[in-house]
């Protein structure tokens, strides 16, 4: 528990919304356009929490709550999780699993609300999404069972910092393939394409735009925040299997910040390069990523 | 050394359940031509005594063999038999995957299970080979079209060929090579057979060719 | 002289494929089937001694497979030869009664050509004694009997010919991997890995038992789907049945052996090294199985070619379950090995007798066979004793040998089991047998010829050697078979 350990959350809540903006301006370059400035996720966010909401009368307290608690579930998410050998500022035996149901508990409000505003058009994304998660799921913690047993160790922050120099050799291909299914993962629960499109605005298309698509306001800030919030959980996790070590606890959190900024450029690059899956090949897909980590789960019994 | 074993074994499973879950036979051609080279790879990263010329003769002409030849044989049967280029499986695609997890956990308990000579350059070699057998064994059973009956078949190929190609290094060279010059027989005569059938039946589904079934009685 | 015996239907092969007139072909395919007899007499009579280290040598068991395969072949070119020169003539006319479609042949070049390069490949693989080289002669001998079994050209035949080419080649790619597991069970002491048979038994103290097991298990698997154990044995009705008789006679005579002695050198290697147990026993379990699988199909067949295919997996069984047992056991299963293929060869060269005759496969349209083909008819119900193993002919002897050693080891159940599935066979054969002999025959049609003699003459040779066997069996014939038997790790009865 140092001083990066406290500062990463803050500057996770800050900075998360670059992602973002990083993302956007390289699809933009591939695309040959301009592109949004980098800041524009700020910009939406302040303008969305001074504005006025108004709810449907069909919808109950689940509505308001929903993306007040998945907010929540995402600020307690980000304590547990490590940067790279940044240390998380809450780090215990099994945290992995509270993580993982951390994000469930917030997917399952965000669910909930879609399906109180009593619209099929968001009962539909709701139905998508957690058909997605049943996948997802197991396949995270398939591979977070990996790591830990590769580690040893089984909380989030020992994990991550299990690796420097002279431990690559032997790791190389357990590193691989959960790169591999890791990323899959952070593509679907992040709602990037080939899952899901971000900028769709066809019906039929929608998976997590539709869900949230009856919100306004301060509650849409609050979804779009905590959004680029799991963006960044789910990426440290992602990019922390690769960051290295520096001997300041500071140039540790340097790293890790452009750690994710690369991982967000990446990011924008695949979406550049490939189109949406269709709707039956996205299971596929994720038991790809489930394999992947299984794979990686047998390598680690020697 | 060891890592970059490792690292083409991994690969080698990769490529197997890219297999059991591909549904186009252009990719999954694509995928065995791939498996083929990276086999051809093998012999030259084990060699550990003899005359190097010994492995670069199996690890090329397997490379050559089943990374150029055998995908241009198949490419071309399915070229003439203007097959419909799915595979229509009899299994579906996630369930493939899914059973070729167990099948591959299965491996690695089995591979355990043998104890291993002391050479062998990397533990993962016994359920990766088994693992690859295992996988063209499933895709000639699971899958309706004779081309991939015969991608299945090479797929085993492949598997029984890395098995032995880094468990043996005694093996004479007179014998791997005749090995190879046998399976490309094989292939062609296949190959043969499937435009045979196509010209025949008008389809290449293995899974019409029932006519020779018993009456119930 | 090993060397020439495989060369010489090689050369026999290429010349064929060169030429262009039919006649002089034909001539060729049956005079290199005399010269390869011959030879093989010769073989017998001064035995070639085996070198230490060489990769071919013609041991007991392979000189007695070599002489079975031999013999058989000299019998199916005969017949052969002349059928290929009546259908050359009845082109075009002749059709099939049950489906209606035209007999067209493939070009008789690529035919004899196959024939020619198959007994090449069977002689490779009873002269081998490198497990290496076993695989490549038998891979050989599946890929030069798939165009065989497509002779004739027609849907079924492309059918049993794709399920045949397939299971046999997956079943001989495990077989591979055996051969790899044994290699490695040879290196696992420290010592020079090797495939030759005789070092593999001299050592066989040394090699470990889980690798040996496992390397055995796919030796089994792999060559009992050539030689047609169930449950691998799903290509072989199809296959026998379908392909033209002289073919079908060398598949169930002669290939079925061959596979066989794969088994047999493996399970050789296996006795060596204290196994002996395991791998009998896994043996005869295949055995048994085979033998109830086939009588099960046996009853209420309607198809006689497959009949006798199933029967041929059913005696497959009876040699596994023969040589599993182990002791006199095994000389009983080598003198099967020799009766059965005489049989079951004469058998399908009848049957293609009344396949030209009658132009149907099904049993219940063939009647009135003695009245009709008055030798072939009397042959086939001849055959029938032979087959099932009635005295005086050979088959009886040996099962009864079999039987008698399984009582003396105290294995009873077992041998009662076996007798149960030959009696059910018996059963099923007989039925169909009688009525295809007996009865009324249908009106004969003017294109009708009466027997000639190459049609009868092989079947009546080979069923009065195994009437020969059953009655007396001459002292050097009982050493081949007690030497081979030997060989395996069992003794004369």
Known sequence: MNAASVLHPLLAVLAAPLLFGAINRTKAFFAGRC???????????????????????????????????????????????????????????????????????????????????????????????????????????????????????????????????????????????LTGGFFILFLAENCR???????????????????????????????????????????????????????????????????????????????????RLRLLRVPQLLVGAGVLCALGLMLTFR | MNNTIDLILVALVLTDLILLGASRLRNAIRILAAQGLMLGLL????????????????????????????????????????????????????????????????????????????????????????????????????????????????????????????????????????????????????????????REFDHIDSDQLSALKEDAP | ???????????????????????????????????????????????????????????????????????????????????????????????????????????????????????AAMTLTVASQHLGLLWVAMEATTLATAPLIYFHRQPSS???????????????????????????????????????????????????????????????????????????????????????????ALLSGALLNCAFLGILRAHAICAAAGLGAFSGNLLAGFGLVSMFVAAAFIVGQTDYKRMLAYSSVEHMGLLAFGAGLGGAAIYGAMLHAANHSAVKAALFLLAGNFLSAYRTKSIARVGGGLRRLPISGALWLAGLFAITGSPPFGTFASEFTMLQAAFAQGRGAWAIAALAALAIAFAGMAKAFLGMSLGRAPEATAADEGERWPTVLPALALLSLSLLLGLWIPQGFASLLGQAAQLIGGGAP
Not at chain 1, 213 to 222: C, I, M, P
Not at chain 2, 143 to 149: H, L, P, S, V, Y
């Open chain 2, 43 to 198: 012999p030259l990263l084990a060699h550990r005594g003899g005359p190097i010329w010994h492995a670069l003769l199996l690890g090329g002409g397997s490379a050559v063999l089943k990374g150029f030849v055998f995908p241009a044989l198949l490419n071309r049967a399915l070229r003439e038999t203007n097959a419909n280029r799915e595979i229509e499986p009899f299994v579906g695609y996630v369930a493939s995957l899914l059973i070729g997890v167990g099948a591959l956990a299965l491996s690695f308990w089995f591979g355990a299970r043998l104890p291993l000579p002391a050479a062998t350059p990397s533990q993962w070699l016994v359920p990766t080979g088994l693992f690859t057998v295992w996988t063209g064994l499933f895709l000639i059973v699971a899958r309706r079209k004779a081309i991939t009956q015969v991608l299945g078949y090479v797929a085993m190929e492949n598997g029984i060929f890395a098995l032995g190609m880094v468990l043996v290094e005694a093996m004479p060279l007179l014998v791997e090579l005749g090995v190879l010059l046998d399976v490309f027989a094989a292939v062609f005569v296949m190959g043969i057979i499937v435009f045979q059938i196509n």
């Open chain 1, 35 to 177: 592109g949004p400035p980098l800041l524009q996720t700020y910009f939406d966010l302040w303008k969305l929490f001074r504005k006025g909401a108004t709810y449907s009368r069909t919808t109950t307290w689940i509505f308001r709550a929903g993306p007040l608690v998945n907010f929540a579930c995402l600020l307690a998410a980000l304590t547990l999780v490590p940067l790279g050998h940044v240390a998380a500022p809450l780090a215990f035996g099994g945290d992995l699993i509270l993580l993982a149901y951390l994000l469930g508990m917030g997917r399952f409000f965000t669910v909930a609300a879609a399906l109180d505003v009593g619209s099929s058009f968001e009962g539909m994304g709701a139905s998508r999404e957690v058909q997605f998660a049943t996948f997802a799921e197991p396949a995270l913690l398939v591979g977070l069972a990996a790591l830990a047993r590769e580690t040893q160790a089984l909380s989030l922050t020992a994990m991550y910092a299990h690796l420097s120099g002279p431990a690559w050799n032997g790791v190389l291909p357990l590193w691989a393939l």
């Open chain 1, 193 to 275: 394409i080939p899952v899901d499109d971000p900028n769709t605005h066809l019906e039929l298309t929608m998976i997590h735009e539709v869900m949230v698509l009856d919100h306004g306001a301060v509650d849409f800030g609050f979804v779009q925040w905590g959004a680029t919030l799991k963006m960044w959980i789910l990426g440290a996790m992602v990019v922390g299997l690769w960051l290295p070590e520096t001997r300041h606890p500071l140039g540790n959190l340097a790293v890790g910040a452009v750690g994710l900024l690369a991982l967000a450029v990446v990011t924008g690059i695949v979406e550049s390069c490939m189109a």
């Open chain 3, 1 to 119: 002289m090993i060397w020439t015996l495989i060369g010489l239907p090689l050369l026999a092969a290429l010349a064929s494929l060169r030429m262009r007139a039919d006649r002089p072909r034909r001539a060729l395919l049956v005079a290199t089937a005399v010269a390869h007899a011959a030879l093989t007499g010769i073989c017998w009579i001064w035995p070639p001694a085996v070198a230490p280290g060489a990769w071919v040598g013609l041991d007991a068991a392979g000189r007695l497979f070599l002489g079975l395969a031999s013999g058989l072949f000299l019998a199916a070119t005969i017949y052969a030869a002349h059928s290929l020169g009546r259908g050359r003539e009845a082109r075009g006319r002749l059709t099939e009664a049950d489906t209606g479609s035209v007999f067209v042949n493939a070009p008789e070049a690529v035919f004899t050509a196959c024939l020619l390069v198959f007994l």
């Open chain 3, 158 to 248: 492309l059918e049993a010919t794709w399920k045949y080419l397939l299971v046999c080649s997956v079943g001989i790619a495990l077989a591979l991997l055996g051969n790899f597991l044994i290699v490695v069970a040879a290196t696992a002491s420290g010592a020079a890995g090797t495939l030759l048979v005789p070092e593999l038994i001299a050592r066989g103290a040394q090699l470990p038992a889980p690798w040996l097991q496992a390397a055995f298990a796919f030796l089994l698997v792999g060559y009992g789907t050539k030689m047609g154990l169930a449950p691998m044995h799903t290509w072989l009705p199809d296959a026998h049945s379908e392909a033209p008789s002289p073919v079908s």
